[in-house]
């Protein structure tokens, strides 16, 4: 696997391989790798000849900085299991090369997508995101780029994005990846006690049961969505919000729509969690 920090020879090797013929797959991280980083990983390389992972901590994506500073670098870990999973090159800039004048004097945003439920919450997080996101597809050129569908909502911004600027890029969302008990597999759960981990599945559970509700026959949302944010509040969770939402454009749902998507979003101690589940009113499958 080759490592490179360097812009021009990311470019560099880039063009080499696309001489070749090769078609490129990105995959974006900010590190602290887990096997949910992992099967995006193994999925890019069953898509794509070349496999280019990203590995930056972005300060755009954080409002808060404490909580810029204090997330993990565990590059020599990622590095190995990045290797294991036949990555082909991982890039590593540093922040003086993506914003060489300390900032982003500009920035990419998507409107609605980027200002709704996680925008809401973390006020300019998306415009982080799009932005940096924008920044690695002109410095990688992939033919493809894989996110996780556990961060629905950012894979939707990403291909709002993509489709709106017309990049010859197909981005595509793969399954979150969870632990055994349901809990979706996310960095942040490095933050749970051992007490907050052993009730943290409760999360998903919640949500399991909405969907279930509607695919009952159940549309009142707003009811649902109540009766679960205080079940978790009760249960030693701080619900930020709970939502059903159309997947076509992300707007609220109604009772005609079909397509949907719940997404949650709590608390649990000092671990913000994300959640969703994509389903269909009239069958019991979902994702």
């Known amino acids: 696997m080759i490592h490179i920090s360097d812009?021009?020879?990311?470019?560099?090797?880039?063009?080499?391989?696309?001489?070749?013929?090769?078609?490129i797959a990105l995959v974006p991280t900010m590190g602290n790798l887990h096997l949910g980083h992992i099967t995006l990983v193994k999925g890019a390389k069953e898509r794509a000849d070349k496999v280019v992972t990203s590995i930056?901590?972005?300060?755009?994506?954080?409002?808060?900085?404490k909580d810029l500073l204090a997330y993990p670098h565990t590059l020599s870990d990622d590095k190995k299991k990045l290797g294991l999973a036949s990555c082909d090159l991982v890039f590593?800039?540093?922040?003086?090369?993506?914003?060489p004048d300390g900032e982003a004097t500009t920035r990419v945003e998507v409107?609605?997508?980027?200002?709704?439920?996680?925008?809401?919450?973390?006020?300019?997080?998306?415009?982080?995101?799009?932005t940096i996101v924008n920044k690695l597809f002109n410095m990688v050129m992939p033919d493809?780029?894989?996110?996780?569908?556990?961060?629905?909502?950012?894979?939707?911004?990403?291909?709002?994005m993509v489709a709106d600027l017309n990049m010859p890029i197909e981005v595509i969302g793969l399954p979150t990846i969870r632990e055994s008990d349901g809990l979706a597999m996310s960095s942040r759960n490095g933050y749970l006690t051992e007490e907050e981990r052993s009730i943290a599945p409760l999360f998903n559970q919640q949500l399991q049961s909405i969907v279930a509700s509607i695919q009952n026959g159940n549309k009142n949302f707003k009811a649902l969505q109540l009766s679960v944010a205080k079940k978790l509040n009760d249960s030693g969770f701080k619900a930020d919000y709970?939502?059903?939402?159309?997947?076509?454009?992300?707007q609220t749902a109604s009772t005609e729509d079909i397509n949907l998507v719940l997404l949650g979003s709590v608390?649990?101690?000092?671990?913000?969690?994300?959640d969703n589940i994509v389903f269909n009113t009239f069958s019991k499958s979902k994702i």
């Open 7 to 23: 812009i021009a020879l990311l470019r560099k090797q880039i063009k080499q391989w696309k001489l070749q013929g090769k078609t």
């Open 56 to 65: 930056f901590i972005n300060p755009l994506q954080f409002d808060k900085k």
């Open 92 to 99: 590593t800039p540093s922040v003086s090369d993506i914003y």
């Open 111 to 130: 409107p609605v997508l980027g200002v709704i439920l996680e925008g809401k919450s973390r006020i300019g997080h998306f415009s982080g995101v799009s």
């Open 144 to 160: 493809i780029s894989i996110f996780g569908q556990k961060d629905f909502q950012q894979l939707m911004l990403v291909q709002r």
């Open 242 to 250: 709970i939502e059903v939402r159309r997947v076509k454009d992300f």
């Open 267 to 274: 608390w649990l101690g000092k671990a913000r969690l994300l």
